[in-house]
């Protein structure tokens, strides 16, 4: 089955505890983004990856570190987290370009609480 | 840049009956798509519709039509026959084709309620 998995679901941490969620898709996409959502706010784009080793910043990348060593694999990294780094995480693939077949798929999201 | 403006937070219809969900975006490009997606309690980011820039033609998908007004850069979604699975966040969003790759931008959200 198609998917965009990520792990974990749910994770509540406290300041400043150094955390990795992290994001898989078996669908050989070359792009990958990092979304969050915030009430009243929508979905904001954190960081994407067009393909291996190739990433750049969104429009939220402060607080967030990504890396892209495997095509498969798209981890989002947060060195520091803050209080206002709560949020509900989304990962998403697609193939390149803006064709009805790179369609972006979404991971289920991950709630995080940071305390 | 792109912008993508949803000015309704909440909507309700009654089961049955048909509901208009507005979107306007804004962007000086002439290549880029347009979509709508659900997203249900389970939080799952579902894809419902889509519109290339270029067709006239509104897109539709069963019970959902849009409504593409490219001049007036407005993008409604129309949802009839309501169902109370219909019930969640819709989001509507633009992608530019930016270097090979879609940069998306979404909407706020609008929430939906479906009163049986």
């Known amino acids: 089955e198609a998917q965009v998995t990520q792990n974990p679901r749910y994770l509540i941490t406290v300041t400043g505890k150094k955390l990795t969620v992290t994001c898989s898709q078996n669908?050989?996409?070359?792009?990958m983004s990092w979304y969050r959502q915030d009430p009243g706010l929508g979905l904001r784009q954190i960081y994407y990856?067009?393909?291996?080793?190739?990433?750049d910043k969104g429009d939220v990348p402060e607080g967030y570190k990504v890396s892209r060593k495997e095509k498969r694999n798209f981890p989002l990294i947060l060195e520091s987290p803050s209080p206002n780094q709560t949020s509900l995480y989304f990962c998403?693939?697609?193939?390149?370009?803006?064709?009805?077949?790179?369609?972006?798929?979404f991971g289920p999201g991950t709630r995080l609480t940071v305390l | 840049a792109q912008t993508v403006t949803q000015s309704q937070p909440e909507m309700s219809v009654q089961e049955a009956e048909t509901v208009t969900l507005s979107c306007t975006y804004d962007?000086?490009?002439?290549?880029?798509?347009l979509f709508w997606y659900k997203q249900p309690p389970s939080r799952q980011m579902i894809l419902v519709i889509r519109?290339?820039?270029?067709?006239?033609q509104n897109a539709t998908e069963n019970r959902f039509s849009v409504n593409f007004q490219k001049a007036a850069k407005s993008f409604s979604l129309k949802i009839s026959d309501s169902q109370l699975g219909d019930a969640a966040m819709y989001f509507c969003?633009?992608?530019?084709?930016?270097?090979?790759?879609?940069?998306?931008?979404f909407g706020i959200g609008t929430k939906l309620q479906v009163i049986p």
């Open positions: 962007t000086s490009e002439s290549d880029y798509y």
């Open positions: 519109q290339e820039a270029y067709k006239q």
């Open positions: 669908m050989n996409h070359e792009y």
């Open positions: 990856s067009m393909n291996v080793e190739v990433t």
């Open positions: 998403a693939s697609s193939l390149p370009g803006t064709s009805p077949e790179s369609e972006q798929f």
């Open positions: 969003a633009s992608a530019l084709n930016s270097g090979g790759y879609q940069k998306v931008t």
